[in-house]
């Protein structure tokens, strides 16, 4: 659905008038596209640390012109604060106000990303609260920042360095246009595994993933970003979405599955498809979900069970399924779609705010069992996502619901599909038990 609103406000006389009347000024933002810079202007990475240090020359292999000092004036496409050497709340005086002098010249569509180690892990009370500074410093910035710009961070647990290959992976990721719609959020990087791409462009090149509810809407976006980046696809859904399910096959020359995934046996019977049509299962991507809203006061069974045995406890029996297979070994993905109801909750969901929120806490409870694997599991969270099902909300609400967060715009089925793409890497696979928000930075809620 085309926000036409943000079209016209983003230039020529719909900027001058929204500039005028005080309204929205929502940006164009800056999606990936193959071929694309990785950012729109030099990168400062600030910081004094070793981490600094040894952070710049891996940036310079990516090709990208690394200022370790600020050129009054110069328009920046990222910049890179450092903090990974913080022992109390005064030592972010410096490198964050140093920082602060470069943030007038970012460019259009530009990135703030900040690397820190995680508060769990601070030696004592003076380093957890500057850590535990850097959170609110990041998303206070998010809400600062215009023109498309975003700002998220990477937090490292003990033992993960700067250039630790995921760290790389989430820092390349926040860097470019995959992660246009996601702002103000922080991921922990909790281990050194994690393999680089050969080729950036191909990440999941040779891999055979799994996509439920792949037959429209957000899941057939995930279907055609897996397959852009070089994956398998086995695209699954209900018999009767059987047409639009073959339509998306047919379009990333993968195979359908006509499935019902609420079955005792469908976990069982997507192993055995993959494994007879491909030869083997690398990753698992749970889409499928369904929503039947009421206020509780009006909630039925069939509303609350139908709704919560979709969205989590059909991906319970699917898990327990690939964790005891053979075929789902060999440093296995497993990415669940949950969503900001889940975290912030929403006025006629509870059904639908407890499925969610139940897939963040099994992702956080599975990630030990996939360990041993080299395997991960993490969740993605959308916010207001241009849909069909947004596109039956009422034009008013429709409208301020868009507008609620720091971008003021809503997100497209292809950023939720990049951040799902970026967490099923080998890339990634220093993260796991992480959920991230493809939000916008909600400006509600939780």
Known sequence: MTDKYTQFVSRGIGKDVARKLGLPQPAVLRRYQPGQPLVPGPVLVQGTSTGADELAPALLSWDLDVRRHAVPREKLGAIILVLDELDGPEDLERPVLAAAASVRDLATGARVVTVSLTPASAPGPAAAAARQGVDGLLRSLAKELRAGATANGIMLADGVTTTSPSTLAALRFFLSGRSAFVDGQLLTVTSDEGKLPAD??????????????????????????????????????????????????????????????????????????????????????????????????????????????????????????????????????????????????????????????????????????????????????????????????????????????????????????????????????????????????????A
């Not at 279907?223 to 018999?239: F, K, N, S």
């Not at 509303?303 to 406890?313: A, H, K, Q």
């Not at 099902?389 to 715009?409: G, V, Y």
Request: overall charge positive.
């Open 200 to 445: 950036p462009e191909k990440p999941l090149a040779g891999k055979v993933a799994v996509v439920t509810g792949a037959a429209r809407g957000i899941g057939a976006a995930i279907a055609r970003t897996l397959h852009r980046d070089g994956a398998i696809l086995v695209v699954v859904d209900v018999p009767a979405a059987g047409d639009h399910l073959a339509a998306v096959a047919n379009e990333v020359k993968g195979t359908a599955l006509q499935l019902d995934i609420t079955r005792e046996d469908a976990g069982r019977r997507i192993i055995d498809h993959a494994v007879a049509r491909h030869g083997r299962l690398d990753i698992v991507v749970h889409n499928a979900g369904i929503t039947r809203d009421k206020l509780l006061a009006n909630m039925d069974q069939g509303r609350w069970s139908s709704v919560i045995g979709v969205n989590i406890e059909a991906q319970l029996r699917i898990n327990e399924a690939l964790l005891a297979s053979e075929h789902f070994r060999k440093s296995p993905r497993i990415v669940s779609v949950a969503s900001t109801s889940g975290i912030a909750g929403n006025r006629g969901q509870t059904n639908y705010a407890a499925s969610k929120g139940g897939v963040m806490g099994m992702v956080r409870a599975t990630a030990p069992l996939l360990a041993d694997h080299h395997g991960s599991i993490n969740a993605v969270a959308p916010g207001f996502i241009e849909t069909e099902m947004t596109a039956r909300i009422p034009f008013a609400t429709r409208e301020i619901a868009r507008r609620l967060n720091s971008l003021q715009q809503g997100g497209q089925p292809g950023d939720v599909a990049e951040a799902i793409a970026f967490l099923a890497s080998d890339a990634a696979g220093g993260i796991s038990g992480e959920v991230l928000r493809v939000c916008g930075q909600n400006l509600v809620g």
